[in-house]
């Protein structure tokens, strides 16, 4: 085809210089022999340019017909199979090509985000005893999928966001032990004025800095048993919260930050309140300190909560980890036997001094019983208290970092109750936290096992080991 068009091509050029020639003859009369000579030249270079152009022309069509007549790219092709009725013929084809598909947004969002996180871990050796289990609530060695999650996070122009979140692996305390899908963080915020933001929905209470570090980012494999004994986790409710200096002193605008809502109180995923009381949570934030110090970066950030609850028999007020001391010393969630009313607070710091990071944290509670319609509490009034220290640092930049933490828990409802932990760890950050390998031994001791040694060991040694992925 492409021969054709250009033989085609240049027998018209022939013809149309053999009727010019003529009649440039004809016209010679009148001219003189150099005006002949010119024009013809001027002719004969025309047509040579555009000899050029069509040789040109039929090169690349030939070259787009080679390459059209060859096999598709190997592994991109499919094998076809075609019979007449006698015989059977195998050929390679290139499969046919599937458009692209598309996920696009509904609404008005200008920006539309979805991301998720996968935690993996093998337990070994007196599993979860730092956080009371041993003796009757004892766990066996394991590979654990402990966090599966999947998130979807946008912003519209109306100056609302919003962030929709799940896991498919629950933890112990909330699920005892199943593995199934359930929401963690579901709510919306509107921030027009930074100093007074407004969320509505469930996510975590703005109580305790080590729960409120977002799991993905914690030094060490699990939180420390205080933090779960005390605080109050997800709840369902409505927030205000904002940073008051954004506007009127840019450059300190993280000076401070304060959170203060009013949940349901008794969980997550719960459709219905526990009474007809609500939970209020506050917290402040102040950063006193950001800039230099012995040439590194460095901050200080101090950070407190307090905490009011009136709930019902029934509701479990350890949601993340455990507070009941059962018969052996050992620890599970404490569901309350009749109503009460609680107070916690808490006080933590943060130094950062370049690859060095200290965390310290106290937390108390005091949980009353409360006498409703005649009916008694069930139980003795208590004041759970707990702490942690814990120091970090990178022996090598960005990469490696070493951890230890030093933790206690008093549940106050027997003598001698008080659990005790030393952990040690090493974190290696293959991609920052998008890929990152831990490994962890905890070190357990229980007081109230090594005053009443017929209930069996009182030390109690484990090894956790985490791969992390971020997409």
């Not at 599937?98 to 509904?106: C, G, N, S």
């Not at 200096?245 to 840019?250: A, H, L, R, S, V």
């Not at 004041?383 to 970090?392: A, K, L, T």
């Amino acid at each position: 085809m492409p021969n054709q068009k250009f033989f085609c091509r240049t027998v018209g050029l022939c013809l149309a210089a053999i009727i010019i020639l003529p009649l440039q003859l004809l016209s010679a009369e009148t001219s003189s022999d150099a005006d002949r000579l010119a024009k013809l030249e001027q002719a004969v270079a025309q047509l040579q340019k555009r000899n050029a152009e069509l040789e040109k022309e039929v090169s690349s069509l030939k070259k787009q017909a080679a390459v059209a007549s060859q096999p598709a790219a190997e592994g991109r092709t499919k094998t076809q199979i075609t019979s007449d009725g006698k015989t059977y013929v195998e050929k390679n084809v290139a499969p046919e090509e599937k458009p692209p598909a598309y996920v696009v947004q509904r609404g008005s969002e200008i920006n539309l985000t979805l991301g998720g996180f996968i935690q993996v871990n093998f337990e070994d050796g007196d599993v979860s005893a730092f956080e009371g289990r041993f003796g009757q609530t004892a766990l066996k060695d394991r590979f654990r999928l402990r966090r599966a999650r999947i998130n979807l996070t946008g912003d519209f122009t109306e100056n609302f966001d919003f962030k929709i979140e799940g896991d498919f692996e629950t933890s112990d305390g909330i699920s005892s032990g199943r593995t199934a899908f359930e929401a963690t963080d579901i709510f919306i915020n509107w921030h027009q004025f930074p100093e007074a933001q407004i969320k509505i929905g469930q996510w975590k209470a703005p109580f305790g800095l080590e729960q409120l570090t977002p799991d993905t980012t914690l030094f060490m494999i699990e939180r420390s048993l205080p933090t779960g004994a005390i605080t109050p986790e997800r709840q369902i409710g409505v927030q205000l919260w904002g940073k008051p200096f954004t506007n009127i002193w840019p450059e300190q605008k993280d000076l401070l930050t304060y959170y203060a809502g009013i949940f349901n109180g008794n969980g997550r995923n719960t459709t219905n309140n526990d009474n007809n009381n609500f939970m209020y949570v506050g917290r402040l934030e102040f950063l006193p300190f950001k800039g230099k110090l012995f040439g590194q970066d460095s901050s200080l950030k101090l950070g407190g909560d307090v905490l009011n609850s009136r709930d019902d028999k029934g509701t479990n007020i350890s949601q993340t980890l455990n507070l009941l001391v059962n018969k052996d010393g050992s620890l599970s969630p404490f569901v309350l036997p009749g109503a009460d009313e609680r107070t916690a607070w808490s006080a933590d710091a943060w130094l950062t001094v370049g690859p060095f990071d200290l965390i310290g944290e106290y937390l108390a509670e005091d949980v009353d019983g409360r006498t409703v319609a005649g009916v008694a509490p069930g139980f003795k009034n208590f004041d759970p208290s707990g702490w942690y220290v814990q120091g970090s640092y990178f022996l090598l930049p960005k990469k490696l970092q070493a951890v230890v933490k030093w933790e206690a828990l008093n549940p106050d409802q027997v003598n001698n109750d008080g659990i005790h932990s030393i952990t040690g760890g090493l974190n290696y950050y293959i991609h920052g936290d998008s890929i990152k390998l831990m490994v962890d031994y905890v070190h357990t001791w229980s007081d109230f096992r090594e005053a009443n040694p017929q209930f069996g060991d009182d030390q109690f040694d484990e090894v956790l080991l985490r791969l992390q992925v971020m997409f």
